[in-house]
C-alpha cells in the first residue's frame, strides 16, 4: 500500500484479511497507520485530505454531482474508488444503527433519544453581513439560538455549522459544539442551504459514525422563536409516524393579491393539494388558527414559509422501502410530506434584511414600545391644528376602523397578554395618528369614522365626527377582519354599493354637510397608522388627476399598492392531514425572489359615477395628466387604477409586531416619526 494512498482494509479491494489496520483518525497524531479501533471512520490522514474536504466529496455525491466529487478525490491524489467506499460506509453506520435493538422499538423511553441540533450560520450572509454576531438584546443572534437549543431538555447536542472562525468562537464560548469549519464552497450566496444541511449529516455518519434519533435544523436568526416549540415540535413528530417536520408561520394581515412592479397580476399561486383537500372537520372560516395542526385546517388557507427550524427522524419505522409497504396491510404508511408546525407571525420573523434586525430589536429591547391604548387614551389625545388649505371638489373620506374583541395571543401558549388593534405608536393612540394625517392633508374634506364599539365611539366624539355604522358587507367579516378592507368581489360593486351607503349616512347622521351626493369615497383603514399626510395628499392627487374616458361617466376605483410583506413564492398550504405543501422551483433566499407589488388595503378610492373627476388638490405631482387621461400602458385586467405607496405608510397595525415591523420599515423610508436610533435600538 503506497504511503501517498493510505487506505483502509476495505478501501483496498474491500479485502478482509487485514482487519487491525486502519488510516489515521482525522486530527490524532503520527500520521501512519494506526491499529484498527472500533468505531474510528475510514478516512485517509489529515495532511493528504482534511476530513471536511472528504465529507464533502460525499455530500456533492449525495446530492447528484457525483463527478464534482470524484475530481475532488483525485485532486488530492487518492483513488476515485475511495468515495465509494465512504458512501457505503455511511450506509453501513446508518444500517448498523437501525438495526440495534435497542434503537428499534418505536416506543423507546424518551430519556434515551439521541436528539441532535444544528445551528447553521454563514458568515457572509449577503442582506445583513455576518449577522448571526449581530446583536439582539445586547446579545449575538448565534448566542441566542444556542441558548435556546440547550434550553431544550431533549436536545443533547448543540452543534454549529459555520465556515467563519468568529462565529465558531462564539458559539463555542456559549455552548454549543463547533467540530468543523464548512468548507468555502457551501458559504457562497449561490450555495443550496441542503448542501449544508446534508453536510452535517454526513460529518456526523462518516466521521463521528453518530445517527441521532431526531436531527434538527435551527435557524440563528429567528431571535423571536420560543425554545419550547421545539420540544412541543419532538413530540408531535415522534407521535404521529412521520419523517419529517417543517415549521410555517401564520400569515400577517396582508393582501393575497400580488402584482409586478408594472402592474399585472402576478399568478404565483402554491401548488394543490392532491385531491380536494377539503376538511369538514376542520375551523370554519376566518384567517390561520393557533389551533393544532393535526387536526387539519381548509384548503384555503395559506402560511408563510418558516425556516425556524425543521426535524428529520431516524426512527426506524419510518424508513420502510416505499415498495415493501403495500405489504403492511395492519399499518398505514405515514404521508410523504413534513408535518406542518405552525408557529406564531411573531416566531415567523427571519431576519433577512436590516429592518428585520431592526424588528426584533423593538420587539426584544426593554420594555414594550408599543402599549395598548383605550378610549380614555384618546379622549386625552392633543388633536393638531390643519393649515386652512383648499378641499379637494366632490371628495368625502371616512376612516373605517375594525370591529373591538379580544385580540389572539400573538405568542400560542407564551403571552399572557394579547395583542389588540388599538395600540400607541410614538406615544399617540393608532386610531388618532391616522384622522390627524388625514386631516393635515384634506382639511375641511367631509370625514366620518365608520365602525362600532367604545374606540370608534371615542374617536368620533373626540374628533367630533359622524358615527356610521359599518355596511353589511364589511359587518360579515367579523371573524376574518385581518383581510384588508375591500377585497377583489368587492371593487366589482364596491364603486355602486359603498359610497352610496357612506353618503346616505353622511347625510343622515349630518343633514348640514354641503353637498355630499356626488362625491368620491377615500376609505382609509383606521389600522394605517403609519401613514402621514403627505402620502395621503399625493394618492389623492394621483388617483384622482388620471380617470377613465369621459364617457364612461367616471373613473376607476383606485387601491393603494406597496412592496409585498410576504412574497406569493413563500406562501405555503396545508393540507387536512397536516402535510406542508409547497410549490416547486422556489428560490431558497429572499433577496433572489423577483420584486412583487401587492394591495395593501391602506387607502382605497371609489369613485362615484354623475360626479365630476376635477380636482383641486393641491401639490399633485408637476405634469399630472388631465382629469380625462388614460395612462396607455394602464392594465386593463384590473378593475382598480394602483397608486404606489411606501412600506411603511401601508403597515396595517393589528399587532405589536405590525408595529414594529412598520417603525422599522419607517426608518429605512426616511419617515419623520422615527429615527435610526429609535428604530434599531443599539448600533448594529
Request: a negative charge.
Amino acid at each position: 500500500m503506497s504511503a501517498r494512498h493510505p487506505l483502509s482494509p476495505a478501501q483496498s479491494n474491500h479485502a478482509s484479511d487485514a482487519p487491525d489496520l486502519l488510516p489515521t483518525q482525522p486530527g490524532a497524531p503520527g500520521g501512519g497507520l494506526l491499529p484498527h479501533l472500533p468505531g474510528l471512520p475510514h478516512l485517509p490522514d489529515q495532511a493528504i485530505m482534511p476530513a471536511e474536504q472528504c465529507v464533502l466529496a460525499v455530500t456533492e455525491s449525495w446530492l447528484g454531482r457525483a463527478d464534482s466529487g470524484v475530481r475532488r478525490v483525485l485532486a488530492h491524489g487518492l483513488p476515485s474508488s475511495v468515495l465509494y467506499d465512504w458512501i457505503m460506509d455511511c450506509g453501513q453506520v446508518r444500517h448498523q444503527h437501525l438495526c440495534d435493538p435497542a434503537r428499534r422499538d418505536v416506543n423507546i423511553p424518551r430519556a434515551d433519544w439521541d436528539v441532535v441540533a444544528v445551528i447553521a450560520a454563514r458568515g457572509g450572509s449577503r442582506g445583513v453581513p455576518r449577522k448571526a454576531l449581530r446583536t439582539v438584546g445586547g446579545v449575538p443572534l448565534i448566542a441566542r439560538a444556542v441558548a435556546a437549543c440547550r434550553s431544550v431538555e431533549s436536545i443533547t447536542r448543540v452543534m454549529v455549522n459555520t465556515d467563519c472562525p468568529d462565529i465558531a468562537a462564539a458559539a463555542r464560548a456559549a455552548g454549543a459544539d463547533v467540530p468543523f469549519l464548512r468548507p468555502a464552497e457551501l458559504a457562497t450566496d449561490e450555495a443550496s442551504p441542503l448542501d449544508a444541511w446534508v453536510f452535517a449529516q454526513v460529518w456526523m455518519l462518516l466521521v463521528e459514525r453518530r445517527v441521532p434519533d431526531f436531527l434538527l435544523s435551527v435557524s440563528a436568526t429567528h431571535p423571536c422563536l420560543h425554545p419550547d416549540e421545539m420540544r412541543r415540535a419532538v413530540d408531535r413528530l415522534a407521535a404521529a409516524n412521520r419523517p419529517a417536520l417543517q415549521t410555517v408561520a401564520q400569515l400577517p394581515a396582508v393582501s393575497l393579491e400580488f402584482l409586478t412592479p408594472d402592474f399585472r397580476p402576478l399568478d404565483c399561486e402554491p401548488a394543490p393539494a392532491q385531491g380536494d383537500g377539503t376538511n369538514e372537520s376542520g375551523p370554519e372560516g376566518g384567517g390561520p388558527r393557533h389551533g393544532s395542526p393535526e387536526h387539519g385546517y381548509p384548503n384555503d388557507e395559506r402560511f408563510l414559509q418558516c425556516g425556524a427550524f425543521s426535524i428529520t427522524c431516524n426512527r426506524p419505522y419510518y424508513h420502510v422501502q416505499p415498495w415493501f409497504r403495500p405489504y403492511m396491510t395492519d399499518i398505514p404508511a405515514p404521508p410523504a410530506e413534513p408535518l406542518a408546525h405552525v408557529l406564531s407571525a411573531r416566531q415567523g420573523v427571519d431576519i433577512d434584511e436590516p429592518w428585520d434586525l431592526a424588528t426584533c430589536r423593538l420587539l426584544l429591547d426593554g420594555d414594550d414600545p408599543f402599549p395598548g391604548c383605550t378610549p380614555a387614551d384618546v379622549a386625552g389625545h392633543d388633536i393638531p391644528g390643519v393649515e386652512n388649505m383648499a378641499a379637494p371638489a366632490d371628495l368625502a373620506c371616512v376612516v373605517v376602523l375594525p370591529p373591538e374583541g379580544p385580540g389572539a395571543p400573538d405568542d400560542l401558549e407564551h403571552v399572557t397578554e394579547p395583542d389588540g388593534t388599538h395600540l400607541r405608536i410614538a406615544g399617540i393612540p393608532a386610531p388618532c395618528r391616522v384622522l390627524d394625517a388625514v386631516r393635515a392633508a384634506l382639511p375641511h374634506v367631509p370625514l366620518a369614522v365608520c365602525g362600532e364599539g367604545d374606540m370608534a365611539r371615542a374617536v368620533a366624539r373626540r374628533y367630533g365626527l359622524s358615527l356610521l355604522p359599518l355596511p353589511e358587507f364589511l359587518a360579515q367579516r367579523r371573524a376574518a377582519w385581518p383581510v384588508p378592507l375591500l377585497a377583489a368581489g368587492d371593487l366589482a360593486t364596491g364603486s355602486a354599493v359603498w359610497p352610496h351607503t357612506v353618503l346616505g349616512a353622511f347625510a343622515d347622521a349630518s343633514p348640514d354637510a354641503p353637498g355630499c351626493s356626488g362625491r368620491d369615497i377615500l376609505c382609509i383603514d383606521g389600522r394605517a397608522a403609519l401613514l402621514d399626510a403627505a402620502t395621503v395628499h399625493a394618492f389623492v392627487g394621483s388617483a384622482r388627476a388620471a380617470s377613465a374616458p369621459a364617457n364612461a361617466g367616471c373613473g376607476l376605483p383606485a387601491c393603494s399598492v406597496s412592496p409585498a410583506p410576504v412574497h406569493p413564492a413563500h406562501l405555503k398550504r396545508v393540507d387536512a392531514a397536516g402535510s406542508v405543501l409547497s410549490a416547486p422551483g422556489v428560490p431558497a433566499r429572499r433577496q433572489d425572489l423577483p420584486d412583487v407589488l401587492c394591495r395593501d388595503g391602506a387607502l382605497t378610492l371609489l369613485r362615484v359615477g354623475g360626479g365630476t373627476t376635477e380636482s383641486t388638490t393641491e401639490g399633485a405631482a408637476d405634469g399630472a395628466p388631465g382629469p380625462h387621461y388614460s395612462p396607455p400602458d394602464e392594465s386593463t385586467s384590473l378593475p382598480y387604477r394602483p397608486i404606489p405607496i411606501g412600506r411603511a405608510q401601508a403597515t396595517l397595525v393589528a399587532s405589536r409586531l405590525d408595529a414594529a415591523q412598520g417603525m422599522a420599515l419607517a426608518t429605512h423610508d426616511g419617515h419623520p416619526d422615527s429615527t435610526p436610533q429609535a428604530a434599531t435600538g443599539n448600533a448594529p
